[in-house]
């Protein structure tokens, strides 16, 4: 039996790195997917697998390793199915734009709180912060200062121009880093800045919407020899897989655009606990199931009217829960 790691997923192949840095081209055993998940992908990339050679060289995944974990979004508005982005992350890199197109912190806010709930440390990275005129830097400060309130790193940058990509490659050196955004915010041209090696495509912004075209189609895991970058501490070592090891420190995952990021098997009680700044506060709300909507003696409200808490924050919160309980009224 063989073992690699999943760096591409295209329908139902799979592209499989093995621990010598060969490649092989695998299928999923058949009945794999008759275990009652309601996943739409079984295998993501980023996942350690198992497999067998056949006699014309491809591979058959037998089994899939436990996750460390995940990111997890619903695989159609109104589908109960979920589709994994990418499994085993070390780091979540959200891409973000003010111009055009614009990310809001709505979309932001999800993320976020996905990475809170499967323990996926989270940074956000502006780009195209050369087209930053002085109205979207009074916007951009006001925004920053809502995530770096909240913990969340902020960095601006511009994968254009090069403006503090040193910086992101000292965050990322040997870890497994996932880009996600919405499409024509740059994930492609960041990865391509921060390895030119990677030659990946680059899309334009469309000219009717305003918004990006797809350029990504699936997601795929790019590694990055040791000798690219200088790493620090001791986290280098790759340590998703820890039967073996690659000849790789850092690996970049690519992912298509999100138009929309819908949030699956989330509790309404629970919500704020993936919210650090009112998760600091909850133990001070008068009721331990409170909602932080109307309830009396609640902390949440107490420090929203004064000011030490994030509106922009709080209305996403509130958006989020609506969502959650309309989820789970739905039949």
Known sequence: ???????????SWYRVLLA???????????????????????????????????????GVIHDVADRKNYIVRRATKLS???????????????VATLGLPRTSTGFIDRLLVTAEAYHIP???????????????????????????????PVYEISALEGTRLD????????????FSGHSGVGKSALLNALSPGLALKVGDISDWSLKGKHTTTFAEIFPVE??????????????????????????????????????VDFNAQELSHFFPEMRALLPKCRFANCTHRHEPGCAVKEALDEGLLSAERYKNYLGILEDIETDYQRP
């Open 167 to 178: 910086e992101v490659k000292q965050l990322i050196a040997g870890k497994t880093v996932l």
């Open 226 to 263: 040791s000798g690219k970058w200088k790493v620090e501490s001791d986290a280098a070592a790759p340590g998703n897989l820890s039967s073996f090891h690659f000849p790789f420190y850092t690996y970049l995952i690519d992912t298509p655009g999100i138009k929309e990021f819908g949030m």
């Open 122 to 152: 989270a940074c956000i990275l502006f780009n195209k912060v050369d087209l930053y005129d002085e109205e979207l830097w009074e916007i951009h400060n006001e925004v920053k200062a809502i995530y770096t309130a909240a913990g969340y």
């Open 1 to 11: 039996m063989e073992e690699g790691l999943v760096i591409r997923t295209t329908g």
């Open 80 to 94: 109960k199915q979920t589709h994994v982005i990418a499994s085993n992350i070390d780091l979540l890199c959200i």
């Open 20 to 58: 010598d840095g060969s490649q092989r081209d695998c299928r999923l055993r058949g009945n794999y997917r008759l275990r009652g998940n309601k996943q739409t992908n079984p295998v993501a990339v980023g996942d350690h697998v198992f497999f067998e050679i056949q006699d014309d060289g491809t």
